[in-house]
């Protein structure tokens, strides 16, 4: 690290990362001198699936997708949200074998990166990150779960309203995370297109469930859309 001062920004990020949280701070300072610095400007897709079988990734800034794309007709699905306190691969890191998933940066993306080998040499020193490996794979692979169930078994119009009220801040009541992004995204994230989401964010807004800003989205009727979220009025 070129500077004290990211450097101790970057200590604190790594304080709050999933995987190392609980861990003393001398291991984590010792851990930051084998990271490097990556940015990965706005709408880059910089990280291939070679890179993430030889390297391990802890986000500390900006958003990424992780995604898979059907090439034969270009569709997405967006598996993840990858945020501040994320990392990736957590399943190279595992078993060491290539997995085919995508990452997009949704904004200008800082990245921390550790050669695998080091990284996995670190949770043997540190049984503590060992610990916490298990809880952040089970939330990965509920996000998963979910997501293959919405998109086999759920309507459209219900399964953006289970989107947008699971990134409501419980304290502000306000949307985080996929407040400014475009249509297509939010498509991406619900297995449906751009042109179908537009309908149904309409009609939310024509049932007073939302309002449509420019880049953002307000919450104006918190019952209305756990009502949706229920399929608990017509789609």
Known sequence: MKSEKKRFKYFQALQQNELLKGLKDEDLLLILDDLEEEIMPKNTCSISNLRTLQTFYFVISGRLKA?????NNDRELTYFLLKKGDVLDILCLLDGGEHRIYYESLDRVVLLTIPMF???NWIIKNPGINKNLLPYLSKQVRILEE????????PIATRLARLILNHINSESQELELINDL???EIANLIGSTRAVVNRHLQQFKNDGIINIGRQKVEIKDLKLLLDKAQGRFSN
């Open 67 to 71: 995604y898979h794309v059907e090439k």
């Open 118 to 120: 080091k990284m996995k």
């Open 147 to 154: 997501c293959a169930s919405n998109v086999t078994l759920i």
């Open 182 to 184: 475009s249509n297509d």
